[in-house]
Nanobody, 121 residues
Framework: QLQLVESGGDSVQPGGSLRLSCVASAGTLDTYAVGWHRQAPGTQRDLIAAIAIDGNTNYADSVQGRFTISRDNSANAAYLQMNSLKPDDTARYYC???????????????WGQGTRVTVSS
């Protein structure tokens, strides 16, 4: 019965920043790991960041050093801070709730509907 809602997507110039939010509108996030994913038109959906229940984080090479995933269990939410944005970051961004298995994140408990990010001049 977990339900997730993303927000914060916008149109921004290259080099700009955005902060995406993922809030559980039903259920709670504190017993799940959380992932952020993105999908550009004509491409597959890729995992770009994940955070475990204990706060340990993992990032795809494409966003390492520019994006930061975090969580606030008191707010029943997770976040993705995106800095130094590039045109290649243009995509629809989704959050998910899941689990780690042997160090790999899997989306097992639910997805949000996504929020659109456009980076262009």
């Amino acid at each position: 019965q977990l339900q997730l809602v993303e927000s914060g997507g916008d149109s921004v110039q290259p080099g700009g920043s955005l902060r995406l939010s993922c809030v559980a509108s039903a259920g709670t996030l504190d017993t799940y790991a959380v992932g952020w994913h993105r999908q550009a038109p004509g491409t597959q959906r890729d995992l770009i960041a994940a955070i475990a229940i204990d706060g340990n984080t993992n990032y795809a090479d494409s966003v390492q050093g520019r994006f930061t995933i975090s969580r606030d269990n008191s707010a029943n939410a997770a976040y993705l801070q995106m800095n130094s944005l590039k045109p290649d970051d243009t995509a629809r961004y989704y959050c998910s709730a899941g689990n780690y298995y042997k160090g790999v994140y899997y989306s097992t408990a639910g997805w949000g509907q996504g929020t659109r990010v456009t980076v262009s001049s």
